[in-house]
């Protein structure tokens, strides 16, 4: 068969073309085009290489999973041994580790070094010759490695060729493969929700990853990978500096830590330290220390080796994040919306500095799958600011009498029956408002913080409210008596003062966060903040109807109307009307809510099943961003049940408001459609600033892309800032953010 040469050529522009727009997403963050274009791009190399498979290569964006299962994994000798690092767990050490340095140099002033946090994955090499990826391979012992090539070639930061030209015919990289932290829970969560193992960190996960035989497997975890060294160059060295080689690896396509920096001397080094070991837990990515390595190349040759650790490079590792203790026993919690979860009671331990004594279990799935029992020895892992999680039992320490644990089938607070949720996963007291764990527990959620804002309003005095049946619902808080207060537990005059003027203080809120406040199942601070600026008025949020969040579309009402014709009311009298339904061919998308919303529209089952297509079909007054069916279900139920709008006219009484000029509708919000992100050291809490950048209709962000359109940037700001200026985004200062409120 003879190729048209304008397929050769489409062929050649569209594996550029995708080239360069993974470089825009996974190098710098800054995409250019929508997910959407970019499939639409990568579908038309796939049907086109499909029809003249002739002009397939190995390094074409569609060739990244493909390979077969492999039987085992072949040994590969790194030509140039992979270093390991000494660890330094001290400013003494760090600060005898530069003495060395500047010893063997000879050097009178302080040494430049080269500084990037220690990721905490597995160490990899790839061998790239004439720019193509040929090979890439573990560590090993540091001689030799495992070839892992078909693994890394679906992780979609690691170039399959490199771009530009001026890179040296071989070029050997070495870098770390890393789980990043958001896609770790989000593995671990669908893991626990289909009944399998859960890794115990995001290292585990990263090495289970790379070491599956069937590459399809590894193309489904969201693997990345950071360069930050060099084994075989041809030619020689990239520049004089390691900072300077690391940082031409970007242009060809690699990615390296955006926090490197060049720093100068030991006071440099332990600056970097603390600024890293602050900013640990808002990381994208697990750590363990960091890295600092002298910068010339030249000095890094003169200093040389000792056994496999290089004498120009040290980690300085943060406090060990695991540990062991006794579980002493499992409590049961009973939550906000009622779900139950086991909480393991620990002999205290200290744990990087904070002593722990409880850890999350999750559910009784979890519990079972890593056999925890009472009385087992169980390793301790707090990550940053999550909850500390149970590991793993030791299980060679374990107890001659230990049991099984079982949940309980009465609600631990109220004695409701549980029940179990759909997903099968989790438990729920059927109690609702009735128990009173659920009841303190949307008190206090709606006195929140970043709900109804009241302060001193802690936990212990709300247990106490509700112990005492003095505070049914939130709405009670704003009857509440000095008397009542100073009758309480360690409670003197002022501080029962103190409360009451908070409660009188909450009352000036804004729509947001009223409607957050309310603690409705799936709205969170965005979402309640967006049903607050696309409806203004309470009136108009608690009158939706679904109706005006579903749509049924012309072409489902029409294939809906076949099956409705054909179906008898007793049949729907039976069985849920629902199922019925669903169980059609061609009915997939009709679920629940969609019964719900005929029910709504209609006013009996008669007139549903006579209706045409054409009084089916539905276009809803609202689409709003985030609010799918389900949660659309969830807000409208909501506001019918009587003892929720019961509770929310207590509160209107009791005089909450919120000013008119946080009210607007779409259109005359000043920024709206705007992506704002905060970062570094604010004079006033980020919190009252993300208010108001809300209430004008401005979507305030964690991360810094393309398409924001400013950053405020404090004292101190970091990464954020730099990638802003490398990405030309607008950039204020508190002073431009006052005048842009103000504007
Ligand atoms: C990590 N793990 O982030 C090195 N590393 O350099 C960094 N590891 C390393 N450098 C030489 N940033 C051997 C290991």
Redesign the pocket.
Known sequence: MTIPGEVSTRIAWLRDEIDRHNYQYYVLDAPLIPDSEYDRLLRELQQLEQQYPQLITPESPTQRVGAKPLQGFAEVDHKVP????ENAFSEKEMNSFDRRVRDRLKSAGPIRYSA??????L?ISLRYEKGLLVQAATRGDGATGEDVTQNVRTIASVPLRLLGTDWPAVLEV?G?IFMPKAGFEALNERARKAGEKTFANPRNAAAGSLRQLDPKITAKRPLAM?C??FGEIAGGALAETHSDSIKRLTAWGLRI?PELQVIDGVQGCIDYYRTIAQRRDALEYD?DGV?F?VDRLDLQQALGFVSRA?RW?I?QKFPAQEEMTRLLGIDVQVGRTGALTPVARLEPVNVAGVTVTNATLHNEDEIRRKDIRIGDTVIIRRAGDVIPQVVQVVLDQRPDDTQQFLMPTHCPVCGSDVIRDPDQVAIRCSGGLFCPAQRKEAIKHFASRRAMDIEGLGDKLVDQLVDKDIVHDPADLYSLTIDQLVALDRMAEKSAQNILDALNKSKNTTLGRFLFSLGIVGVGETIAETLANSLGTLDDVMSLRLQDLVEIKDSQADNLQKTLAGTRQKQLEQNHPFEVISAHRGLKWFTEVHWHLLLERFPSIDRILSAGDAELANTPKLRIDGIGNILADQIVTFFKQPHNREVIRKLIDAHIHWSESAIKQPGEQPLAGKTVVLTGTLSRPRQEIKDQLQALGAKVTGSVSAKTDFVIAGTDAGSKLSKAQQLGVTVLDEEGLDQLLAE
């Open positions: 992979m270093l390991s690092l990037e946090p220690k990721l905490d994955g160490a070495r770390e950071f930050y060294g830590s750590i890295v390595k290089p490079a980690a």
